[in-house]
């Protein structure tokens, strides 16, 4: 939540400056996803969960066989697969992650840190101390999702500005518009594109009729290009206003990461874009192949420095 956000602000600033160090001394090109997008959000969330360092590179690979598992470059089998075979080849995702996260689960019952793991590990839920399949799930969704989703975004915004030179200057002029920026990113990019619900008892939705029991996709890729809401939902804005996006879904199970997602987005587009002069694209981009959630995986730009 912000208020405990706002006392992290100067190390997340920290490691955004890191990465853009990086970047800029790298050269005028780069992979914008290989070289920053992909790093900073995943070493940001994992000091708050407690993973030591030297496993970020395991829950990367684990969150893209994760995600990517329809993907022949990130998935753990090369060939088309069924959905059967898909399904199967993410519960082994899943078994490796939870053996991980026993381990850290096991260690801070027993020696408590100031992390976040220590908080899931030993939280109780009415009363009753929080079931392993209830620990696991966060675990997973942090170490998963609190990485995957704003990398995305954050690659979306480069991939945008490369291509729109006129929203980049827009932005440059008027840093007040960075905050919108990041909004429009999230819309616009929809990293997550559907959630399944159940229907708990008979309504109707756009005048059909939905029964209990029945099951519904919400297709926040589709709800987020819906042009009764989104004035030229085709059209890439910095300044849109309002923009009530679904990419961190709605009601009950509202993204738990939204504010640290916005934030360090945030503060990476304040280190990075008042140091360039141009920003172009210098090769194809190309996006990851899943229908769940999916992103720019390689992004090569080209960069002049001010
Ligand atoms: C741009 C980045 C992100 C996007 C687009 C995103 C998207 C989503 C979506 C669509 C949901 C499901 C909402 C629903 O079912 O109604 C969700 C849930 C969740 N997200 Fe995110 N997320 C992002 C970043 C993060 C981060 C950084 C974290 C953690 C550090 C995080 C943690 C969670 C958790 C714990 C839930 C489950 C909430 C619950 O079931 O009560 N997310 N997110």
New binding site residues.
């Given amino acids: 939540m912000p208020p405990n956000l706002k006392k992290m602000e100067d190390g997340i600033r920290h490691i955004a400056r890191r990465a853009v160090d990086r970047m800029c001394a790298g050269g005028g090109n780069c992979d914008f996803v290989k070289d920053v997008a992909l790093g900073y959000p995943l070493h940001v969330?994992m000091e708050i969960l407690g993973v030591p360092e030297e496993d970020e590179a395991r829950m990367l690979m684990l969150t893209q066989q994760l995600f990517g598992a329809q993907d022949p470059d990130t998935a753990r089998a090369r060939n088309a697969m069924t959905t059967e075979q898909t399904s199967n080849l993410m519960q082994g995702v899943v078994a490796d992650f939870n053996a991980y996260f026993r381990d850290i689960s096991a260690q801070r019952r027993t020696t408590p840190r100031e992390d976040l793991a220590t908080v899931i590990a030993n939280a109780q839920i009415d009363g009753r101390p929080i079931s392993d399949i209830e620990a696991m799930g966060?675990y997973i969704?942090?170490a998963a999702?609190?990485h995957d989703?704003?990398s995305s975004?954050t690659a979306g915004a480069i991939w945008a500005l490369a291509e729109r030179p006129e929203e980049l200057a827009k932005i440059k002029a008027d840093p007040s518009l960075v905050p919108g920026l990041v909004d429009e990113a999230?819309r616009w990019t929809t990293?997550?594109k559907h959630?399944m619900r159940t229907a708990t008892a008979d309504t109707e939705v756009g005048g059909r009729p939905i029964a209990k029991g029945d099951w519904l996709m919400l297709c926040?890729a589709s709800g987020n290009r819906d042009e009764s809401v989104f004035e030229d939902p085709f059209v890439f804005r910095a300044d849109r206003k309002p923009n009530r996006h679904l990419?961190?879904?709605?009601?009950a199970?509202?993204?738990?990461?939204?504010h640290?997602?916005k934030m360090e987005m945030r503060i990476l587009f304040e280190e990075l874009l008042p140091r360039l002069k141009m920003l172009a694209l210098d090769g194809e981009p190309k996006m990851s192949q899943s229908t769940f959630v999916n992103g720019p995986k390689a992004l090569p730009v080209r960069f002049e420095l001010a």
Avoid: D, E, N, R
């Avoid at 990419?247 to 009601?251: A, T």
């Avoid at 199970?253 to 939204?258: A, F, K, S, V």
């Fill in positions: 969330v966060y969704i942090v999702a609190g989703t704003t975004s999230i990293p997550v959630f926040y990419s961190f879904g709605y009601g199970h509202l993204c738990l990461g939204q640290l997602a």
